[in-house]
């Protein structure tokens, strides 16, 4: 599934530099291709959020039950948060909650989503992020896509955790035609909160860079005319 024409030595260098890299072509076309369509016709989405420093997850079925009190109160706990810098706002599906091959609510078949999860942690893909990072603990991945659509953000942050052995953070670009004005860049800042750089979202191109980075996902704007599709995570070093 991986391309295999990658220069890995190139990249290695490249990533070498300031412990992040792009990788162009990442998979093999036909593969990207096909994760693209079922991120916009088959994977479970539920909107990811954090209240009061807890994380919440809410399935379409759950936000349809709510009132509409319940549902200002919600976005203004969201907003008074982003305002200070702290949360985000989403819609994500987390390979830890997994349960059923099948989507009850649509019946859609869950398996080719489950086995993209699997090979992103499989000995072919963690080599090669090993090689290109030189980062030889890591012993599986940590996925999930994700859908940011108007409005959505991820404000800024560090993925270092104690005890999750998170070693290196990615996020696997599968928006077609993303314009930069939309939002949703993955934006670097350094440690007194400057903005460096950021990287727009592209087809088939995998961001991966040291959870030592500060960085933000950009509000997606009212006029984005689609959604930002990703699987990002971690590459993770257990023990």
């Known amino acids: 599934?991986?391309?295999?024409?990658?220069?890995?030595?190139?990249?290695?260098?490249?990533?070498?530099?300031d412990k992040r890299v792009r990788?162009?072509?990442?998979?093999?076309?036909?593969?990207?291709?096909?994760i693209h369509a079922a991120c916009i016709r088959s994977v479970p989405y539920s909107t990811q959020y954090v209240i009061d420093g807890q994380y919440q997850s809410k399935t379409p079925e759950q936000i349809s039950k709510l009132s509409l009190?319940?549902?200002?109160?919600?976005?203004?706990?969201?907003?008074?948060?982003?305002?200070k810098g702290i949360g985000f706002l989403y819609d994500g599906y987390l390979k830890s909650r997994i349960q059923k091959s099948v989507d009850p609510t649509t019946g859609n078949d869950l398996s080719f989503l489950h086995s993209v999860f699997d090979y992103l942690g499989s000995k072919e893909v963690l080599d090669t992020i090993k090689e290109v990072t030189e980062n030889q603990d890591i012993t599986r991945a940590e996925p999930q896509y994700t859908r940011y659509t108007q409005g959505h953000f991820l404000t800024r942050h560090l993925d270092v955790v104690p005890?999750?052995?998170?070693?290196?953070?990615?996020?696997?670009g599968l928006s077609k035609k993303w314009h930069p004005d939309w939002g949703g860049l993955l934006q670097f800042y350094a440690k007194d909160g400057t903005p460096?750089?950021?990287?727009?979202?592209q087809f088939n191109v995998l961001s991966i860079f040291e959870v030592s980075h500060i960085h933000a996902v950009t509000y997606?704007?009212?006029y984005a005319a689609e959604p930002r599709l990703s699987l990002t995570g971690w590459f993770i070093a257990d023990g």
């Open 1 to 17: 599934m991986i391309n295999p024409n990658l220069d890995t030595d190139n990249l290695t260098q490249s990533f070498n530099l």
């Open 23 to 34: 990788i162009d072509s990442f998979l093999q076309a036909d593969v990207a291709e096909r």
């Open 69 to 83: 009190q319940e549902k200002q109160l919600i976005n203004q706990q969201i907003a008074s948060a982003a305002s």
């Open 163 to 172: 005890g999750r052995g998170r070693r290196i953070a990615f996020v696997l």
């Open 196 to 201: 460096r750089d950021a990287w727009i979202p």
């Open 220 to 222: 997606v704007t009212p």
